[in-house]
């Protein structure tokens, strides 16, 4: 099921914080960016006709809450971002990001690290 980033970050916001009113997830996703209200609102509406969100009414107000988790939905925006940009490619997106971005010294060493651990992981799964 495909969703839109903001379906998918209220969705998210939903499952990780627990039941909440429309304002209270506009009060939330708004300390990442400005989202109006009715946006949401329209939002949690698709939302709820595609059975990812249910409602309960207390006291005159809808309290949501989310009826799957997320990762439940199949790949996630990083992953169709991967398939459709980069051709399903990790190296090609660490490669651009490594690229673009600047890291730290921390950073690269937290890396090294993953990946190091990651070797060690396939190394294991191999000998089974």
């Known amino acids: 099921m495909r969703l839109g980033k903001l379906q ?34 329209t939002l949690l509406r698709q939302l709820e006709a595609k059975g990812l969100v249910a409602h309960e009414v207390a006291e005159r107000t809808f309290i ?7 990762d439940e939905l199949g790949p996630t925006p990083l992953r169709e971002l991967l398939a459709r940009v980069y ?28 990946l190091e651990e990651d070797s060690e992981a396939s190394e294991k799964g191999s000998t089974l």
Request: net charge positive.
């Open 8 to 41: 998918y970050t209220i969705l998210q916001t939903l499952h990780t914080q627990g039941p909440m009113t429309a304002r209270a997830l506009t009060e939330a996703l708004a300390l990442s960016g400005v989202v109006a209200h009715s946006t949401i609102q």
């Open 64 to 70: 949501f809450r989310a009826l799957r988790a997320p």
């Open 87 to 114: 051709e399903g490619s990790v190296y090609s997106l660490m490669a651009h990001l490594l690229q673009q971005e600047k890291l730290s010294e921390a950073q690269k060493q937290q890396l090294r690290e993953l």
